[in-house]
């Protein structure tokens, strides 16, 4: 993986933790989700006359992606009203790369180097001990664990649909803007079926952390898909989940979730996954 490449995704694994813990602290996380949705779809239709339109062989991917990130977006949410940050986000988040990463040997023959497959190990484990904290499976809130590895399921999904269509696209940014346009356009229409008239008021309250959070995302998820038409797609979605450390950090210092040993040691080898992922 190449230095800009990395720096990239690095950047992007930043932007991500920090839209996920603006989302966390909101109390309608609902309407914050489908206002983050919604405003990244407006963004990308402001900047859809300077992209080329996606031929049909395209459409199928930005579809499937789409369809896969309502699953993921809804099981998200049921996973912070069950769990904590600290808890949530690193199974979330943690278990996708190695799904990803079978997923892609499995369907497009991508098989990752030895260093990849070390680096994913390592930042799979980190993360599972992160969730665990030293105090076992028993520990842990069943709900928010079935709605986190849910989340997990649907990020590996989505991100090998996109990982795919990127490929086939002209650019990464014209993917990037018809798929924001896409998910934003069936979010709200998701939102209105579920919840009715009543969210926009509720989203109109929110409407600046929202479209903070639809920037945030946006840009990190647009970097991680240019990102995959330069490196194997599990590289590239392991390494993003260095976002971990990120909201590591947020969770202690912001919203004061505590640290402990147990922590450390898993952030000791989220970093040595990264570092092997460098390498790859």
Known sequence: MSPAVFTAVLVAAA????????????????ASITLMSSGMGTMALILSPFVDFPHWGVWPFIFASAAFQQGYKLCLIKAYAAGDLAQVYPLARGSAPLLTTIGAMVLINEYPGSWAVFGIGLLCAGT????LRGGGLQKLNREALA??????????????ADGNGVRLASSAYSYAVWLFITDGTISFLLAM???GPVILPVMARSWKIGLAVGALSAASYGIAMWAMTLAPIGAVAALRESSILFAMIISVVVLREGLGPWRLVAGILIVGGVMALRLA
């Open 15 to 30: 932007m991500h933790a920090v839209w996920n813990a603006m989302v966390k602290v909101q109390l309608d996380r609902f």
């Open 128 to 131: 599972i001990l992160m969730s």
């Open 147 to 160: 709605y986190a590895f849910s989340t997990s399921f649907f990020i590996a999904c989505y991100t090998l």
């Open 193 to 195: 079926c579920l919840r």
